[in-house]
């Protein structure tokens, strides 16, 4: 971990912080043991109404007060994240698969233990170790997938500034890193669509060079550089003071681990269903150049396709 301040609780404490499931291989070669799923009994899914952890002018005016921190030297850029909640009954199975389906989800999944569930349609790469070399994908700036948001989402100087101090930042948490060679950008800027959304991709790499445990690796990259800001550390205190609800299952990491290839997904555009609630997180990077109005609606659009793929089929 980067060492930052302890934000606000998380809402879904049902759910560990750290959760494996371990897979084996029997005498044949097929699947050996799993960790099983629980279900709730396949009762259709109703869910309630949504109520957000502040409102529009509330997440305005923590814009507001990241640009003021931002205007005073204390970083260069903050992620300001969301949270909302629906009360349901019934199997969320279906919709949690639903999600994880969406398009464009590079890591979509659904993971399941007692009394809780979650699954996530990230588009980004938090880090991958594979054939000899540590990469990371970050992902900033957001536009509706239409050809005039792609042309201004390419256009957008405020976007590509955002970027590429999220860009520096994963450079330098991987040239912190043992056992690494020379890091480099080996694409920059690249716009991909995820679900109706055109995001800005980057390709960041460095090879191995010598010994890399998994712990190593994981106190480098986490959290991720594009959902905390610049320098991370006081990015995170302005995450602490600014967001009311802690992120708990979401902007951490899901994916595998194996014996030589290790691939996770920042859990971006990720829903956690404890029993109770469902929940989900969206937000965005704040720079200087951020609107307040502008940042309330792209926060919305990120969680629009959740809330679609949650409620098709809900009583």
């Not at 991958?128 to 957008?156: D, F, M, N, Y």
């Not at 912190?176 to 480099?184: A, E, K, Q, T």
């Not at 991720?224 to 610049?230: K, R």
């Not at 995170?236 to 691939?263: C, F, H, K, N």
Request: with cysteine; glycine share 14%.
């Amino acid at each position: 971990m980067a060492g930052g301040p302890v934000g606000a609780p998380t809402p879904v404490p049902r759910i560990p912080d750290v959760y494996a499931v371990v897979f084996a291989h029997d005498d044949a070669g097929g699947p050996g043991a799993g960790v099983p799923v629980e279900r709730s009994g396949g009762t259709p899914l109703s869910v309630g109404p949504w109520r957000d952890s502040w409102t529009p002018a509330a997440h305005a005016a923590a814009v507001d007060r990241a640009r003021d921190a931002i205007a005073r030297g204390d970083v260069y850029q903050v992620n300001v994240v969301g949270h909302a909640s629906a009360p349901y009954t019934g199997d969320p199975g279906p919709a949690l698969g639903r999600v994880a389906a969406l398009a464009g989800a590079r890591y979509g999944g659904v993971l399941a233990g007692p009394g809780w569930a979650m699954a996530t349609a990230s588009p980004e790469t938090l880090v991958e170790v594979r054939g000899g070399r540590v990469i990371t994908r970050p992902i900033k700036g957001t536009r509706p997938a239409t050809a005039a948001g792609r042309r201004e989402l390419l256009a957008s100087a405020k976007e590509r500034a955002e970027h590429v101090m999220i860009v520096d930042l994963e450079r330098n948490d991987l040239a912190r890193l043992p056992g690494i060679g020379p890091v480099r950008v080996d694409e920059l800027f690249a716009v991909r669509h995820w679900s109706g959304l055109w995001q800005a991709e980057s390709v960041v790499s460095a090879p191995l060079t010598g010994p890399l445990d998994l712990a190593s690796l994981l106190r480098a990259v986490c959290p991720g550089g594009s959902v905390t800001g610049a320098p991370k550390l006081a990015a995170l205190a302005e995450i602490a003071r600014l967001e009311p609800v802690g992120r708990g299952v979401s902007m951490g990491a899901l994916g595998w681990v194996g014996t030589d290839r290790v691939d996770l997904g920042l859990t971006i555009r990720t829903v956690a269903a404890d029993g109770e609630r469902l929940h989900l997180w969206a937000g965005g990077g704040i720079t200087w150049d951020s609107d307040p109005a502008a940042e309330v609606a792209e926060a919305a659009a990120k969680a629009a396709p959740l809330r679609a793929a949650l409620a098709r089929g809900s009583g």
